[in-house]
């Protein structure tokens, strides 16, 4: 198939979205937010329910009425076209396919609404079908179709008009688990083909961090972070990010101090952590920060092992995973600590109610100022 | 960006309009109540209250306590008849007895008052099938006396308000929660009490605005009374027909039809306020 | 046992509400003037005479006329309503509806008696157009809410998804909201048409003479004479409507409509 993107698309970002505001009554939705999406660009919008995300995405289809702030697509300000003027793809959370329709009228809908002749109209929907593997199904109905199929027919129809920007609307929280993970690797293909700008919207940290180019963590309405899912992974801007991305110890509110070539953390009752100083960590002496360390980056001490960043605890539970097991360790004035080994011999090593010792890589340790 | 709205205007007027036609009428009746009789005139005089005061006679107080105590029995009575119909309608196992039940309790409704008024006629009257099967079965001898008696027309207004009542129950009863009845029997309650304490309680609204429902429409009856009652059996709308067409006082007949309108409304006033106060007390809404 | 005894007492209920009908059509067979129960022997003769009776056409003819008119006025003006209620909020909105809907609760015979006044007051006193209004709205309540009903169980984000892909606010009436309504339309429309063929008080104020509808023929024809046509008239009534009920309740789920849910 030809690459879908369009010849007469201007250079430039794709998308851009100048310090957009939606307000519903007194509450907020979303938060003068300003971000710009490239061309061909896979972008994932991320956050708990509630967070503004797929306000910001109606805002984006025209769906929403932004209160405040400008839409602009390829150099073009949307804010105040209607929705049926935009020529921006969608696919729903439900996928909205009309039920009276089979799945050729479906698809065809968009070209039609585009008066195009009836030839074209049937060539690019072919295309569009064939592309998604639906072959063979042109005259069924929506309903008869399984949620994969339904699914496919809804990217076909979005994706026939060739659009500016594609917006995905949690498209894949309706599938069960193992079709979730095979539509994932359909999505991932798709942009890969049609290089189309995409917009992803999800809550799923997995879906995220797997499809996206870069992602956008959105709280309150509010942009988090905006980086790449390795960035975002290693490299949290707060304590949200790093809480919402991942599974992570927060550790409690600790001093900062600087010796030379070293740095540590002072926790009031529980004692020091040094490591050597990184770059990013650029907090004045004594300040007030708050370290987060994944699971991975804690490990039971071996035998007679000593030195700096040792705590001793006491086993809360075991979480076996099968390929790994995730204990919980109850510290003394830190709380619960999670570690994170391969296979299952701490299980059996140290049985719950028994004391252990962790040993923490604080070098790796994400430092954010409290 | 203005907030727009599609076909706004054009799918408002009608309705507007409508709803204008609707209200003009009923300025009419209202303005008719507070004009002058004019004897042997269909034209009316200036402005009066005198038929208001004209109410307050005991003749016409009595036609309004009958409206009333028709119109209560007949709640009362649709209300014990619908409910096991109601009750096996929801809860019956086969999709074909639903059906069927559904099918012979609404039907009824469709059919329109003048045909179900005179198909009454039929069963009430002293040669009618209630007689002629009771003298077949020798029970009696002389024709009982079931037309133009206050009984034959509260007979027939209760299977007329059936239907709409079955349906205001099936409504309320399908939205039990099941599992308080089964959890009510594992706690050890008989059927009969799981009924008594569950589901009789959380189907309360819907009794509740049945019986008001019901009582606000058999007190705008017509055509039963009329022609069941015979004239011996007067109720408000027949009191007004009187009034309108016979006497061709019309100023009367409209404060008549005013009243009943007042009542229907009043009636369902009061069953909103009750409605929501039992489904506050249950928690339920 | 228990469960026995429910059963038999709701078949004598129900036999309760079944057999005046039962009986109607039972006498509209009967072959002489006299009714006689059980009866002897079956005749067509009042069918005869129900369907050449001048009256009665004209009474029929009169009915059709005004039930067309009427349920269609009330199809095309309540849907509109009820897209505009689905869809919008404005001030009045709950003003409108309140009117709009009063009809299910004002006494026939008031509602009838005001458009009777209504069109003495234009002159159009048991004409035509006083009847097809006072039927209007006396039935538009079912059709409002049967599309209603449709309309709400239409997922909103169709019409979102059809402006997504470039369809104009009429487009996405005429071809996404239109063909999943039609069936709501077509059973309300149905149920006001049996409403209004059927309704008999407000008709015995606002029609006259030259313009009464069947139920008003009927009402003047029983209160002359006491033969077994009305009982042929009622039977081929019964018999239409229930045919048309069952009808609308296979194609477009009545039940729905009617909001009974039974589950």
Same mark, same amino acid.
């Not at chain 1, 995409?198 to 499809?211: K, P």
């Not at chain 1, 110890?249 to 740095?263: D, F, I, S, T, V």
């Given at each position: 198939?030809?690459?879908?993107?369009?010849?007469?698309?201007?250079?430039?970002?794709?998308?851009?979205?100048?310090?957009?505001?939606?307000?519903?009554?007194?509450?907020?939705?979303?938060?003068?937010?300003?971000?710009?999406?490239?061309?061909?660009?896979?972008?994932?919008?991320?956050?708990?329910?509630?967070?503004?995300?797929?306000?910001?995405?109606?805002?984006?289809?025209?769906?929403?009425? !932004?209160?405040?702030?400008?839409?602009?697509?390829?150099?073009?300000?949307?804010?105040?076209?209607?929705?049926?003027?935009?020529?921006?793809?969608?696919?729903?959370?439900?996928?909205?396919?009309?039920?009276?329709m089979?799945?050729?009228?479906?698809?065809?809908?968009?070209?039609?609404?585009?008066?195009?002749?009836?030839?074209?109209?049937?060539?690019?929907v072919?295309?569009?079908?064939?592309?998604?593997?639906?072959?063979?199904?042109?005259?069924?109905?929506?309903?008869?179709?399984?949620? +994969?199929?339904?699914?496919?027919?809804?990217?076909?129809?979005a994706?026939?008009?060739?659009?500016?920007?594609?917006?995905?609307?949690?498209?894949?929280?309706?599938?069960?688990?193992?079709?979730?993970?095979?539509?994932?690797?359909?999505?991932?293909?798709?942009?890969?083909?049609? +290089?189309?700008?995409?917009?992803?919207?999800?809550?799923?940290?997995?879906?995220?961090?797997?499809?996206?180019?870069?992602?956008?963590?959105?709280?309150?309405?509010?942009?988090?972070?905006?980086?790449?899912?390795?960035?975002?992974?290693?490299?949290?801007?707060?304590g949200?990010?790093?809480?919402?991305?991942?599974?992570?110890?927060?550790?409690?509110?600790?001093?900062?101090?600087?010796?030379?070539?070293?740095?540590?953390?002072?926790?009031?009752?529980?004692?020091?952590?040094?490591?050597?100083?990184?770059?990013?960590?650029?907090?004045n002496?004594?300040?007030?920060?708050?370290?987060?360390?994944?699971?991975?980056?804690?490990?039971?001490?071996?035998p007679?092992?000593?030195?700096?960043?040792?705590?001793?605890?006491?086993?809360?539970?075991?979480?076996?995973?099968?390929?790994?097991?995730?204990?919980?360790?109850?510290? !003394?004035?830190?709380?619960?600590?999670?570690?994170?080994?391969?296979?299952?011999?701490?299980?059996?090593?140290?049985?719950?109610?028994? !004391?252990?010792?962790?040993?923490?890589?604080?070098?790796?340790?994400?430092?954010?100022?409290? | 960006?203005? *907030?727009?709205?599609?076909?706004?205007?054009?799918?408002?007027?009608?309705?507007?309009?409508?709803?204008?036609?609707?209200?003009?009428?009923?300025?009419?009746?209202l303005?008719?109540?507070?004009?002058?009789?004019?004897?042997?005139?269909?034209?009316?005089?200036?402005?009066?209250?005198?038929?208001?005061?004209?109410?307050?006679?005991?003749?016409?107080?009595?036609?309004?306590l009958?409206?009333?105590?028709?119109?209560?029995?007949?709640?009362?009575?649709?209300?014990?008849?619908?409910?096991?119909?109601?009750?096996?309608?929801?809860?019956?196992?086969?999709?074909?007895?639903?059906?069927?039940?559904?099918?012979?309790?609404?039907? /009824?409704?469709?059919?329109?008052?003048?045909?179900?008024?005179?198909?009454?006629?039929?069963?009430?009257?002293?040669?009618?099938?209630?007689?002629?099967?009771?003298?077949?079965?020798?029970?009696?001898?002389?024709?009982?006396?079931?037309?133009?008696?206050?009984?034959?027309?509260?007979?027939?207004?209760?299977?007329?308000?059936?239907?709409?009542?079955?349906?205001?129950?099936?409504t309320?009863?399908?939205?039990?929660?099941?599992?308080?009845?089964?959890?009510?029997?594992?706690?050890?309650?008989? /059927?009969?009490?799981?009924?008594?304490?569950?589901?009789?309680p959380?189907?309360?609204?819907?009794?509740?605005?049945?019986?008001?429902?019901?009582?606000?429409?058999?007190?705008?009856?017509?055509?039963?009374?009329?022609?069941?009652?015979?004239?011996?059996?007067?109720?408000?709308?027949?009191?007004?027909?009187? *009034?309108g067409?016979?006497?061709?006082?019309?100023?009367?007949?409209?404060?008549?039809?005013?009243?009943?309108?007042?009542?229907?409304?009043?009636?369902?006033?009061?069953?909103?306020?009750?409605?929501?106060?039992?489904?506050k007390?249950?928690?339920?809404? | 046992?228990?469960?026995?005894?429910?059963?038999?007492?709701?078949?004598?209920?129900?036999?309760?509400?079944?057999?005046?009908?039962?009986?109607?059509?039972?006498?509209s067979v009967?072959?002489?003037?006299?009714?006689?129960?059980?009866?002897?022997?079956?005749?067509?003769?009042?069918?005869?005479?129900?369907?050449?009776?001048?009256?009665f056409?004209?009474?029929?003819?009169?009915g059709?006329?005004?039930?067309?008119?009427?349920?269609?006025?009330?199809?095309?003006?309540?849907?509109?309503?009820?897209?505009?209620?689905?869809?919008?909020?404005?001030r009045?909105?709950?003003?409108?509806?309140?009117?709009?809907?009063?009809?299910?609760?004002?006494?026939?015979?008031?509602?009838?008696?005001?458009?009777?006044?209504?069109?003495?007051?234009?002159?159009?006193?048991?004409?035509?157009?006083?009847?097809?209004?006072?039927? &209007?709205?006396?039935?538009?309540?079912?059709?409002?809410?049967?599309?209603?009903?449709?309309?709400?169980?239409?997922?909103?984000?169709?019409?979102?998804?059809?402006?997504?892909?470039?369809?104009?606010?009429?487009q996405?009436? &005429?071809?996404?909201?239109?063909?999943?309504?039609?069936?709501?339309?077509?059973?309300?429309?149905?149920?006001?048409?049996?409403?209004?063929?059927?309704?008999?008080?407000?008709?015995?104020?606002?029609?006259?003479?030259?313009?009464?509808?069947?139920?008003?023929? &009927?009402?003047?024809?029983i209160?002359?004479?006491?033969?077994?046509?009305?009982?042929?008239?009622?039977?081929?009534?019964? %018999?239409?409507?229930?045919? %048309? &009920?069952?009808?609308?309740?296979?194609?477009?789920?009545?039940?729905?409509?009617?909001?009974?849910?039974?589950?």
């Amino acid at each position: 198939m030809t690459p879908h993107t369009r010849p007469d698309s201007p250079a430039g970002d794709a998308v851009e979205i100048v310090r957009v505001r939606k307000e519903f009554g007194a509450a907020v939705g979303v938060a003068d937010v300003s971000l710009t999406v490239g061309r061909g660009e896979f972008i994932t919008l991320l956050g708990p329910s509630g967070c503004g995300k797929s306000t910001l995405l109606g805002m984006i289809a025209g769906f929403v009425t !932004p209160t405040a702030g400008k839409i602009i697509v390829d150099g073009v300000d949307l804010t105040e076209v209607e929705p049926y003027r935009r020529d921006i793809g969608m696919v729903f959370q439900s996928y909205a396919l009309f039920p009276h329709m089979n799945v050729f009228d479906n698809v065809a809908f968009g070209l039609k609404m585009r008066r195009l002749p009836k030839a074209q109209i049937e060539a690019e929907v072919r295309r569009a079908i064939e592309m998604m593997k639906l072959t063979g199904m042109e005259s069924r109905r929506v309903r008869q179709l399984s949620g +994969g199929q339904q699914q496919r027919v809804a990217l076909a129809r979005a994706i026939v008009i060739r659009p500016k920007v594609l917006l995905l609307d949690e498209p894949l929280s309706a599938l069960d688990k193992n079709l979730r993970a095979q539509m994932q690797v359909e999505l991932s293909d798709l942009h890969r083909k049609t +290089g189309l700008t995409t917009i992803f919207v999800t809550h799923d940290q997995g879906e995220a961090l797997s499809l996206s180019d870069r992602i956008v963590v959105m709280n309150r309405g509010e942009v988090q972070q905006v980086a790449t899912p390795i960035e975002l992974y290693r490299t949290p801007a707060n304590g949200f990010v790093a809480s919402f991305i991942g599974e992570i110890n927060a550790l409690p509110k600790a001093r900062y101090e600087r010796a030379g070539e070293m740095a540590a953390l002072v926790l009031p009752g529980v004692g020091r952590l040094t490591a050597p100083a990184r770059a990013q960590w650029s907090f004045n002496d004594g300040a007030e920060v708050q370290a987060f360390l994944r699971p991975e980056q804690v490990r039971p001490a071996l035998p007679g092992e000593a030195g700096a960043n040792l705590l001793t605890g006491t086993v809360a539970a075991h979480i076996y995973q099968g390929s790994h097991t995730i204990t919980r360790v109850e510290v !003394p004035g830190i709380g619960l600590v999670e570690t994170r080994v391969t296979g299952a011999e701490i299980i059996s090593a140290h049985p719950v109610g028994t !004391p252990i010792t962790l040993s923490l890589d604080i070098g790796e340790a994400v430092l954010i100022a409290a | 960006m203005t *907030q727009r709205r599609p076909f706004f205007i054009t799918f408002l007027a009608p309705a507007v309009l409508t709803a204008v036609i609707l209200v003009a009428a009923m300025f009419e009746v209202l303005q008719y109540s507070v004009r002058a009789f004019i004897p042997g005139a269909l034209d009316v005089g200036g402005f009066t209250l005198d038929n208001f005061t004209r109410i307050n006679r005991p003749i016409y107080w009595w036609v309004m306590l009958d409206t009333f105590y028709i119109s209560f029995l007949t709640a009362i009575f649709s209300l014990l008849l619908s409910y096991p119909v109601a009750f096996a309608l929801v809860r019956a196992r086969r999709d074909w007895v639903r059906s069927l039940l559904v099918s012979l309790s609404i039907t /009824p409704l469709f059919t329109g008052e003048i045909v179900r008024t005179f198909s009454w006629m039929l069963m009430l009257g002293s040669d009618g099938f209630i007689n002629s099967m009771l003298r077949k079965l020798s029970l009696i001898d002389m024709p009982l006396q079931i037309m133009y008696t206050r009984f034959g027309v509260v007979v027939a207004l209760v299977q007329f308000s059936m239907p709409v009542m079955i349906i205001l129950l099936a409504t309320a009863i399908s939205h039990v929660d099941r599992d308080c009845e089964k959890a009510a029997a594992n706690l050890g309650a008989s /059927p009969g009490a799981v009924f008594w304490h569950v589901t009789l309680p959380l189907t309360l609204p819907g009794i509740l605005s049945g019986i008001v429902v019901v009582f606000a429409w058999t007190m705008s009856a017509f055509s039963t009374p009329q022609l069941i009652g015979g004239g011996k059996v007067l109720m408000i709308a027949n009191l007004a027909y009187l *009034q309108g067409f016979s006497v061709l006082n019309l100023p009367f007949a409209a404060t008549l039809s005013l009243i009943a309108l007042v009542s229907a409304l009043g009636s369902l006033v009061l069953m909103k306020s009750a409605t929501s106060r039992i489904e506050k007390r249950l928690a339920i809404a | 046992m228990r469960s026995f005894a429910f059963w038999s007492l709701v078949t004598a209920i129900l036999a309760y509400m079944t057999l005046p009908t039962l009986v109607v059509l039972m006498t509209s067979v009967n072959p002489t003037e006299i009714l006689a129960f059980p009866s002897e022997g079956v005749s067509f003769q009042w069918y005869e005479k129900a369907l050449t009776y001048p009256d009665f056409q004209i009474a029929f003819r009169n009915g059709l006329i005004v039930t067309g008119f009427a349920s269609t006025l009330a199809l095309i003006v309540g849907s509109a309503f009820a897209w505009l209620v689905q869809r919008y909020s404005f001030r009045g909105r709950g003003l409108l509806e309140a009117v709009l809907w009063s009809p299910l609760i004002i006494p026939h015979f008031t509602l009838g008696f005001g458009f009777l006044l209504l069109g003495g007051a234009f002159g159009l006193q048991q004409g035509y157009v006083m009847i097809v209004l006072a039927h &209007m709205v006396l039935v538009m309540p079912f059709v409002t809410r049967a599309v209603y009903v449709s309309l709400a169980n239409i997922d909103p984000n169709l019409a979102r998804a059809a402006a997504n892909l470039g369809a104009s606010p009429f487009q996405v009436l &005429m071809r996404i909201e239109l063909p999943l309504v039609l069936p709501g339309m077509a059973g309300g429309w149905l149920i006001a048409a049996v409403l209004s063929l059927t309704e008999f008080t407000a008709s015995l104020y606002v029609t006259g003479s030259r313009t009464q509808t069947l139920p008003v023929a &009927m009402y003047n024809y029983i209160r002359e004479y006491a033969d077994p046509t009305v009982s042929a008239v009622s039977a081929m009534l019964i %018999i239409v409507t229930t045919l %048309i &009920m069952f009808i609308a309740d296979r194609a477009f789920g009545l039940r729905r409509v009617l909001a009974i849910d039974t589950h």
